[in-house]
Nanobody, 121 residues
Framework: QVQLVESGGGLVQPGGSLRLSCAAS????????MGWYRQAPGKERELVAT???????NYADSGKGRFTISRDNAKNTVYLQMNSLKPEDTAVYYC???????????????WGQGTQVTVSS
């Protein structure tokens, strides 16, 4: 019902920047919060940042001051601008969306397939 297409990952040197995008499509009635999570090899998935439909943001300590989450409601898209990247930022980054498929439907979580971010010199 909901497709999340992620883009923007890749290989970058320490101190560099990347901008991730995630566009939602499908039979969507409304989208609530959106966010980004990441999972490094051997570690559990962790929150990176979230943004509410009203634009309120929340960041994990690891990304505060370096990452910026934003959204374009007209495009059903969420972005993650990552600056001053560090090797420890290396992970698969997953887009997350809370959405309703109808006015009476419950809010459910949807996940993207993930995009690899590698920070290495």
């Amino acid at each position: 019902q909901v497709q999340l297409v992620e883009s923007g990952g890749g290989l970058v040197q320490p101190g560099g920047s990347l901008r991730l995008s995630c566009a939602a499509s499908g039979n969507i009635f409304s989208i609530g919060p959106m966010g980004w999570y990441r999972q490094a090899p051997g570690k559990e998935r962790e929150l990176v940042a979230t943004i509410t439909s009203g634009g309120n943001t929340n960041y994990a300590d690891s990304g505060k001051g370096r990452f910026t989450i934003s959204r374009d409601n007209a495009k059903n898209t969420v972005y993650l601008q990552m600056n001053s990247l560090k090797p420890e930022d290396t992970a698969v980054y997953y887009c997350w969306v809370g959405a309703r498929l109808g006015p009476l439907a419950p809010v459910r979580s949807y996940w993207g397939q993930g995009t690899q971010v590698t920070v290495s010199s």
